[in-house]
């Protein structure tokens, strides 16, 4: 099996996903076409080289449908060889386009090729891309669908954070942003995206407000209690957790991950292509999994997910320098940092999407470049990064400076 | 064989189908309708001269809907899945070819119209109602655990769309024809006198009709797919709520959601055969035939008082007195008034008859502001209830309702003075929930004139009456008891005497089984949440709370005290002796019971339950079904007994009594329709091991089930245990 490494990294800024967000009148092509084209020329890549470019994209639909990945790739000009997939793992799909990349190259099958992601939440909306899941009454009921803010809200319930809990984590999300752009902790992989005439419209993540404090936060309205109540949500959420009295809507717009645009691009190659192109590796892939676990709870996955890549790798969560988990919920971050006994100061130590926004397609491979960046400034060696992901999945992947 | 159906064409080429099933009070669709239906039918569409065909009905109503026995027998015959639908596809695809024919039909609709009828009437280019009052239309087969087959889910949905359909559907509601007209599933309304005439003209004036959904450029209103933003929203909010309300027990409205879902997504023809596979699929299930069985063959014979005692002369009661102006007694007078009896309701002083009288006229308060009922009916109604304290008025009675105090020295003494003035054939019926029949009988001056009648609470609301037959009591008192409660509109089941009679005991041992559990250190929320999963409305934590641990305590102390050295205390008695006697825990009432009760309305599990039974851990907890199955299983054990001990004489009593009295889940059909459909080996296999793991007062099923079972006999049907006793 071949060694498979990052020699390189970029992603957008994050725009806020509404009609009045800085990204919305850029398309989705667009954002891919510039994260191609940027992760090219800062290597001065010769695309020929490349044998894949793998793209999560969640709502494939509209102006993100057909094959995104090859589109963007022909028109950020990559030789016309290089072919390139969308693929939709739901909110894991840009690690999970990484991982993918890697294992072609694992494999011996590729010598080099790029992960990645996209999505433009402002302009195609979630569940525009419809699906059995939710919508064929079949499969609702005999999956016990619920949407995943209720399954978020029995989280919490389930395992005892409180409102108060997953405040204080979101407002500590917000600091740790704020504070990483200050030091510019992300100068190296965020690219400006250019507008219609070059001119750069957005340099830097929308959403981060450091004055975020629990307090702030405390007016906000929960926002699945009507929908868990009045719906039925609950009531089906209790009929696969009937040990659960009541289940407490904790999660809000606050202290929840935002709906943002953006994308990511992962440069991934065996160890002859840093030759090739004259680069360093920065860090190894040392092994990666994806996981189902029980869909309803739905995002317990994380570590179920860490703890099988953890064996794979032959380490154990000790071992583990800097994690990375996706702040797609308040409760997803502390049930998992209680289950792996991760502290606090080791994981999102730059903050997550509750500060920074989550563009579905994108987040996977923007957490993985977030992680090396921070391992890179620490000059520690090893971090995880891991997703929870809807329908109960879960995805991680361990890298490790070289 | 004669021909259900007269068929003529008048000289303008209108052809006219006229259904008029003989020696019947209404047209029935069994076989033979369907023969001569698809005759006259195709014998229209074969002549030229014929125009159209206006479709009329010479009875009352324009179709009745399936044959009963035709119904009752299919029941216990065993289908094959690929004959059945052939036979059902035969007749949607019939309909189709009604609407394809070329030939404009006309449905003139002059009384109700429901289910198979409305079916045939849908698949007609319009359908003309007269303004004939009372006249209900729709597609009620979702009571009864099935889907309307015949092409009804697939003509709703591109008549109205998705969002108007589909809650019709899973109603199954039933319109009045201004209702359907504004709906979209009538063409217009005419007087009687014009039906046939203006359903004539509708076809000169629309020669060749077709379907809005056979032309071309065709949208199903709102929207064709499920994709669309709004679509999908309500099939996600509409999947949850369903799931929710039925607790993934009754598969018609999930079948009925599928057959939108997936028939807006194919044409016509494909819609209607996938419709018509989801509805042979509901066939198969057992839980449409204990429907069909419960709420509407044997609900249906009991509405028709088929336990009366045949020999004796119908009575028409035109008044009554009620003892006892509480809850009940108020209750049983305002539903005596509304069926037009006249009513003296007596209590100890006037004020308290007086605020009985209230509790009437409270309830029609609200719903005149609801609109459903107007001022002068009021007025009439109250004018028939007469407070008063003076038992004098009692000569003038054919019946009296007692429901006083349970207490049998209080009742005595109500005996004792309405003795006095009541005529010698006037039966005394007492409405006690708790005390045997045939000891209050013994303080009555005559026994055999002696009844029980058991409401449920709210009277007005709850259909069921469990009539308790006394040691004593004649079948003059039955009969006139039966009429009285046919007079009411409820369904009255038949019990023999014994504590608790039947629906309290039969009830009682799920409250016993829940209540045990906590004993166990089972977490009350997982016995709650078991009980709805199961189907019950309440959990019977919640509900021993609502009606009183000291109540229940109480109950236990009279059994003690009734019954001496055979006095067997129910496993669950421990436990409210502590909550009650220790903890000052009465239930809902002081706002301390199981649960603990909050200012604002809200309630919780009281924590210092598990003070006092310590909660297992989570990985000790049993699962969901195996709580459910406790639950239930226990109320099978307790009707199994109550048949062998001959305090229910038919199953089709305590499955009515169950379903209709105290919230058995209907999917089930009751006790007696449960069993038979596990199968009876399968009953007492599982009851032996839970006897053995929980105790065999609960779950040791009596010898008899045994024997039935070795004898492969069951409750219903061919193999019937009645028919062989």
């Known amino acids: 099996m071949s060694e498979v490494f990052i020699y390189d990294h970029v992603r957008t800024p994050r725009g806020k996903g509404k009609s009045d967000g800085v990204l919305h009148e850029i398309t989705p092509i667009q954002l891919a076409t510039q994260t191609l084209e940027r992760v090219r020329d800062r290597n001065k890549l010769d695309t020929k080289l490349l044998e894949d470019i793998i793209f999560g994209c969640v709502v494939a639909v509209g102006e993100q449908g057909g094959n995104i990945t090859r589109i963007a790739a022909l028109n950020a000009g990559y030789d016309q060889s290089v072919p390139g997939v969308q693929v939709n793992r739901y909110c894991a799909s840009g690690l999970e386009a990484v991982n993918m990349a890697a294992a072609k190259i694992m494999a011996g099958q590729a010598d080099a090729a790029i992960g990645g992601g996209v999505e433009s939440m402002s302009r195609v909306p979630m569940g525009a891309d419809g699906g059995a899941w939710a919508l064929d009454p079949d499969v609702a009921f005999n999956t016990h669908f619920i949407m995943q803010g209720i399954s978020a809200d029995l989280l919490a319930t389930k395992y005892g954070y409180t409102r108060q809990d997953c405040d204080a984590y979101a407002a500590e999300s917000h600091r740790r942003a704020s504070h990483a752009w200050k030091n510019g902790y992300f100068d190296r992989s965020v690219i400006a995206i250019k507008d219609v005439i070059g001119l750069d419209i957005a340099s830097r993540d929308e959403t981060i407000r450091p004055e975020t404090t629990v307090d702030t936060l405390s007016a906000l309205k929960p926002s699945f209690a009507m929908m868990g109540q009045k719906a039925g949500f609950n009531t089906i959420a209790q009929q696969v957790y009937p040990l659960v009295e009541k289940i407490h809507h904790v999660h809000h717009a606050g202290n929840s991950s935002g709906i943002v645009d953006g994308a990511a691009a992962v440069l991934l190659g065996n160890r002859e292509l840093g030759d090739k192109l004259g680069i360093k590796p920065r860090a190894r892939i040392r092994s990666f999994t994806s996981i189902g676990s029980e869909p309803t709870i739905m995002l317990t996955g994380p570590s179920f997910a860490a703890e099988r890549a953890l064996k794979r790798a032959g380490m154990s969560a000790a071992d583990i320098d800097l994690w990375e988990l996706n702040e797609a919920f308040s409760a997803v971050v502390l049930r998992f940092m209680d289950a792996m006994a991760v502290p606090h100061d080791r994981m999102n130590v730059n903050g997550g999407a509750i500060a920074m926004g989550h563009p579905l397609g994108a987040t996977g491979a923007m957490i993985l470049g977030t992680l090396l960046d921070e391992m890179e400034r620490r000059q520690v060696s090893t971090g995880l990064a891991t997703l929870c992901v809807g329908a109960g999945m879960g995805t991680a992947t361990i890298i490790e400076r070289i | ?725």
């Open chain 2, 1 to 725: 064989m004669t021909s259900y159906f007269k068929y003529s064409v008048d000289s303008d080429g209108i052809s006219s189908i006229v259904i008029d099933q003989p020696n019947s009070a209404a047209n029935v669709m069994d076989q033979q309708f369907i023969d001569g239906f698809k005759e006259a039918v195709n014998k229209a569409i074969g002549d030229d001269a014929v125009k159209g065909v206006v479709i009329s009905s010479a009875k009352t109503s324009f179709i009745a809907g399936a044959d009963l026995k035709v119904l009752e027998a299919s029941l216990y015959e065993k289908k094959d899945p690929e004959d059945y639908f052939k036979k059902c596809f035969d007749f949607s695809s019939f309909l189709r070819k009604i609407e394809l024919s070329g030939k404009t039909f006309v449905a003139a609709i002059d009384g109700a119209a429901l289910g198979g009828g409305f079916e045939i009437a849908l698949a007609c280019h319009a359908r003309i109602v007269s303004d004939k009052k009372g006249i209900m239309v729709g597609l009620p087969e979702v009571g009864v655990g099935l889907l309307p087959g015949g092409g009804g889910t697939q003509r709703y949905l591109r008549m109205l769309g998705v969002e108007k359909s589909l809650p019709l559907l899973l109603q199954g509601s039933q319109l009045n024809a201004k209702k359907a007209l504004d709906a979209g599933l009538i063409t217009q309304i005419v007087t009687s006198d014009d039906l046939l005439k203006v359903a004539k003209q509708w076809i000169l004036d629309n020669p060749a009709a077709k379907q809005p959904w056979d032309k071309e450029k065709y949208q199903i209103p709102g929207g064709s797919s499920p994709m669309q933003p709004n679509i999908a929203q309500f099939f996600v909010g509409t999947n949850a709520a369903v799931q929710a309300s039925t607790q993934h027990n009754l598969p018609a409205p999930r079948a009925i959601l599928s057959c939108i879902y997936e028939g807006m997504q194919l044409p016509m023809d494909t819609a209607l055969r996938v419709e018509c596979k989801y509805f042979v699929k509901l066939n198969l299930d057992p839980v449409s035939g204990n429907m069909i069985r419960t709420i509407f063959l044997n609900k249906s014979e009991a509405d028709k008082l088929s336990r009366r005692p045949q020999n004796v002369e119908k009575k028409k009661h035109e008044k009554i007195g009620v003892i006892g102006a509480g809850l009940m007694g108020a209750g049983v007078a305002y539903v005596a008034a509304q069926s037009g009896i006249e009513v003296f309701l007596i209590d100890r002083d006037l004020a308290a008859a007086e605020k009985g009288k209230s509790y009437a006229e409270n309830k029609m308060k609200r719903d005149l502001e609801k609109g459903r009922i107007k001022e002068e009916k009021i007025a009439e109604i109250l004018g028939r209830i007469h407070p008063t304290t003076d038992y004098a008025n009692l000569s003038q009675v054919s019946l009296v309702v007692e429901a006083v105090f349970e207490d049998r020295d209080v009742k005595a003494e109500v005996y004792k003075k309405s003795a006095e003035h009541m005529r010698k054939d006037a039966v005394m019926a007492s409405n006690t929930s708790a005390l045997p029949i045939s000891g209050l009988a013994q303080t009555y001056f005559n026994p055999a004139q002696f009844i029980g009648l058991h409401f449920f609470s709210p009277v007005e609301r709850m259909p069921l009456v469990e009539i308790i037959k006394g040691q004593q009591t004649s079948p003059e008192t039955l009969a006139y008891a039966m009429d009285f409660v046919g007079q009411l509109r409820k369904t009255p089941i038949l019990v023999n005497d014994s504590r608790g009679f039947f629906t309290s005991r039969f009830f009682g041992a799920m409250i016993n089984e829940g209540v045990t559990m906590v004993s166990e250190g089972v977490s009350p929320a997982l016995i709650e949440q078991a009980a709805k999963s199961a189907g019950m409305a309440i959990g019977p934590l919640a509900v021993s709370d609502e009606v009183g641990l000291d109540l229940a305590h109480h109950a236990g102390k009279q059994a003690q005290k009734d019954l001496g050295p055979d006095y067997k205390p129910g496993s669950s008695l421990a436990v409210i002796t502590t909550l009650v006697e220790k903890n000052e825990r009465f239930g809902r009432k002081n706002g301390k019971g199981f649960y603990e009760y909050a200012a604002d309305g809200t309630k919780a599990i009281w924590p210092g339950l598990h003070s006092i039974w310590k909660l297992k851990d989570e990985a000790a907890q049993p699962s969901l079904s195996e709580v459910k199955e406790r639950l239930l299983f226990s109320q099978l054990v307790d009707a199994a007994k109550c048949f062998a001990e001959k305090v229910i004489d038919h199953p089709a009593d305590g499955d009515v009594g169950a379903c209709l009295g105290v919230g058995f889940p209907i999917y089930l059909g009751g006790p007696y329709s449960m069993m038979d459909t596990l199968g009876l080996d399968h009953v007492i296999q599982r009851c032996d091991q839970l006897a053995k793991n929980f105790g065999e007062d609960r779950f040791g099923v009596p010898d008899s089930l045994r024997v039935m079972a070795k004898n492969k006999k069951t409750f219903y049907g061919p193999t019937s245990v009645l028919l062989t006793s």
